[in-house]
C-alpha cells in the first residue's frame, strides 16, 4: 500500500507564490513510480495540472500552467513538489497528488493508482 500526503497550500493573492508538497510512504512505494499533481475547482472535474517521470528528467504541464508552475521530486525525501509561480485566482482549487506503479507518467486522471486527500490552494483577486 501507498499512502500520499499533501503540504503547502493556504490562501494567496493573485501574482504570489505557493510550493507543494508530496510525501509517499508504505511498503510498496518505490522511487521508480511516475507522479502527477491534479487540481478540482467546486462544480468541476478534477483536471491535470503536472507530472514526472519516475527520475525527474522528464516533465509535462498542462497549458494552462506551463511557464508558471514547476514540477520536481527528491527521491532520497520520497518526496514530490509543485512551486507554483504567478498565482491566478483561476488556480483555485483542491490540489492532489498521484502516483502509478510505473515509470511513466500519465497525464489521465484513470492511470493513477494512489491519491493523497488534497490541499486547498486558495487566490484572492
Known sequence: QV???E???GL???GGSLRLSCAASGRTFSSTY???WFRQAPGKEREFVAAINWSGGSTYYADSVKGRFTISR??????M??????????????YYCATRVGT????EAGGYDYWGQGTQVTVSS
Do not use: F
Request: no cysteine; aromatic share 6%; proline share 6%.
Open 104 to 107: 511513466r507518467p500519465y497525464v
Open 3 to 5: 499512502q500520499l500526503v
Open 12 to 14: 494567496v493573492q493573485a
Open 74 to 79: 527528491d527521491n532520497a525525501k520520497n518526496t
Open 7 to 9: 503540504s503547502g497550500g
Open 81 to 94: 513538489y509543485l512551486q507554483m509561480n504567478s498565482l491566478k485566482p483561476e488556480d483555485m482549487a483542491v
Open 34 to 36: 511516475a507522479m502527477g
